[in-house]
């Protein structure tokens, strides 16, 4: 792979960069937005080129729901300052394999159940003001809400003896929430280390797959949305990040303490070097 090659045409137009837009306090551990970035965000919240509004994949990192949740990555999110995916081996198994999941739970109720991806290609809330996302399906008959999660087949006796990730449940109950729905059921596929590598070729009857069923807890969902409402007000009013684990956001640190361009080009070559790079053919 031609790294310089891939760099210039996928991962060169960055426009937000450390010293510019904002910068970094080491000392506070904090992003800090410039004033002017600040106000142009503030004056076109929830429009092209202002802060974004809550999305419910973000909803978990907001609310810090376990050790591996980044406050800070989901505020930076709000201005469109995100790690590039580097390597999409799990987001192309999960885009692939998706719709074969689909496919076994409406074989498996006997109720059609309505692919939201092909409705809504970014948002399938879009005229909600404050929240958005896409669920993944929904069956009108049951008033039931479907979101497929792929995960490694190590995961599979935890899921089963305690829940699927709680992040992943906030998720998809705000989707009921939204959609009044008054059940929600997250869908596992678990798959084996082999199967990221050509995840087209799989045929899923030989994994794992295992839906977890829940009902819509009315009020947990309104405590949620309120909790994420006074986090988004406070952290873009202030104009600063939630405190960053150095730990946890080192990639993500790396990335938004570039410069310019020249940094993050040399930043990406030394991790396409290191590995970190593997991306599928479109």
Request: include cysteine; hydrophobic fraction near 35%.
């Amino acid at each position: 792979m031609d790294f310089l090659s891939l760099f210039d045409e996928k991962f060169k137009k960055r426009t937000l960069y450390n010293g510019n837009q904002y910068t970094l306090d080491y000392q506070t551990k904090e992003l800090v937005l410039s004033p002017e970035f600040h106000q142009t965000l503030l004056k076109n919240k929830g429009k092209w080129g202002g802060f974004k509004k809550i999305f419910a994949t973000n909803l978990g990192d907001i609310l810090n729901v376990d050790t591996f949740s980044s406050p800070f990555a989901a505020f930076c999110k709000l201005f469109n300052l995100t790690l590039p995916m580097l390597d999409d081996k799990y987001v192309y198994a999960g885009k692939v394999l998706e719709p074969k999941v689909l496919d076994a739970v409406e074989n498996k109720i006997k109720f059609p159940v309505q692919r939201l991806n092909d409705v809504a290609e970014y948002d399938y809330f879009k005229d909600n003001p404050q929240f958005g996302g896409i669920p993944d399906g929904f069956i009108k008959e049951k008033n039931f809400v479907v979101e497929i999660k792929t995960t490694n087949v190590k995961n599979y006796q935890n899921w089963v003896k305690f829940s699927p990730p709680i992040k992943y449940i906030k998720q998809t109950q705000l989707y009921a929430y939204l959609m009044n729905a008054t059940k929600f059921s997250i869908v596992g596929l678990f798959l084996e280390d082999e199967d990221y590598e050509h995840p087209e070729l799989l045929n899923i009857s030989k994994r794992h797959l295992k839906n977890f069923d829940f009902s819509l807890n009315i009020t947990q969902a309104k405590d949620d949305i309120q909790k994420a409402l006074d986090w988004y007000e406070k952290y873009t009013s202030l104009g600063k990040s939630p405190k960053w684990n150095e730990m946890l956001d080192a990639d993500f640190l790396e990335f938004v303490a570039c410069h310019n361009e020249e940094e993050w080009k040399n930043l990406f070559l030394k991790w396409a070097y290191e590995g970190k790079v593997s991306l599928h053919d479109e």
